[in-house]
């Protein structure tokens, strides 16, 4: 069934986990430059306000113990698990992390959570090293799950995340007016990272790769990153820097054409020239915008999410009954609802 269970809180079943992931990881982030460690531990130094939602960490811990659950694990047994399931939700919290220090760089973003971006505290160069030190610390933690096919995963991830970036990047105008490309680039830049480390929780469970456990839980990933995207893309249009601690109507200004978009082409042929362009004469961007908002564009756009949110919980429902399933689905109602 699709109807929210508004008593299951995802969040709150991994609350401890989550209050002690900034400790952790700033235990990883030690050196001893000070605007190396200031700016790696930017987004995890306690009591900030610079967390972010802590998505991924929650869904490889719920991840993790349903799989565990699926394994049939002894307690002594998926509590050792468990151990790596955490380490692995912090490596992936660390990964993302170091993808958004270089993501604003390459944006030329000068915020990020309702605060300065790191390259503007810092410096560019620092900002660009602060990312490859997350990376390289990221990689101990990852070595030390002692799991070759997880660091093979993962590996795999950071080059999705990368060849995103370039697709993003770099696009013919023909690829520019593509639903195709743009979910194959969503799927890089998002989903990918949460499609792997869910794929890797799963193998931290002991499930063999290609089992049906492993096979389910990257496609949970994978689809709830695709809903996890496409709603941020809606919320480029409908939100505002209030709730969504950086500026909105970003993306057109960067030249991107999303799904609002591309749903409003079909209804608004003037959003084509707009597009092929990038958005790039004035008042295209508020002129996309009027057309975007007189097309079914916003709706057909949540509908897409929907689609995905609805097969991420399909593929959760794969796993045996448990309550860390339940929240797994739960999240997926969470990320269709969300405003920030
Ligand atoms: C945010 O997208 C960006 C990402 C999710 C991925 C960025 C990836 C890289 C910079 C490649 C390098 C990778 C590593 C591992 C260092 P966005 O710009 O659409 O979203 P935003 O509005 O939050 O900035
Ligand atoms: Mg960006
Ligand atoms: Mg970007």
């Known amino acids: 069934s699709k109807d929210p269970s508004p008593d299951v809180n995802p969040f709150g079943m991994v609350a401890a986990e989550l209050s002690t992931l900034n400790g952790e990881v700033c235990a990883q982030l030690e050196g001893k430059d000070d605007d190396l460690v200031g700016s790696a531990q930017h987004f995890f130094g306690a009591g900030n306000t610079r967390e972010g939602k802590r998505v991924r960490p929650v869904i490889v811990c719920l991840m993790g113990q349903a799989a565990s659950l699926a394994a049939g694990l002894s307690e002594e047994q998926a509590a050792a698990a468990y151990v790596k399931h955490r380490e692995l939700a912090a490596i992936t919290e660390m990964i993302h992390t170091a993808s958004l220090v270089h993501d604003d760089v390459l944006d030329g973003a000068d915020t990020r959570r309702g605060g300065s971006a790191v390259h503007k505290l810092f410096t560019t160069k620092a900002a660009v090293l602060s990312g490859d030190f997350l990376l390289a610390r990221a990689s101990i933690a990852l070595a030390k799950l002692a799991h070759p096919q997880v660091v093979k995963e993962m590996a795999k991830s950071l080059e999705a995340l990368v060849q995103g970036e370039i697709m993003q990047l770099q696009s013919t105008e023909e690829e520019r007016l593509s639903l195709e490309y743009y ?21 931290l469970a002991s499930h063999p790769l290609e089992s049906s456990t492993v096979v389910a839980a990257e496609k949970f990933g994978y689809h709830f990153g695709l809903a996890f995207q496409v709603i941020d ?20 200004a960067l030249g991107l054409s999303t799904a609002p978009v591309l749903y409003g ?8 020239e707009l597009v092929a362009r990038k958005f790039g004469q004035p008042g295209d961007v508020h002129r996309a915008c009027e057309l975007v908002l007189a097309s079914k564009g916003l709706q057909r756009t949540k509908e897409l999410a929907n689609f995905h949110a609805q097969a991420a919980v399909d593929a959760c429902c794969s796993l045996p009954v448990s309550k860390q399933r339940d929240g797994l689905i739960q999240l997926c109602h969470v990320v269709l609802s969300r405003s920030s």
């Open 265 to 272: 082409i079909e209804e608004q042929p003037e959003l084509k």
């Open 183 to 203: 979910l194959t680039k969503s799927y890089c830049k998002t989903a990918s990272l949460m499609a792997f480390s869910c794929k890797s929780a799963a193998l």
């Open 233 to 252: 893309d809606l919320l480029d249009f409908t939100g505002t820097s209030d709730t969504l601690g950086k500026p909105g109507l970003q993306d057109m």
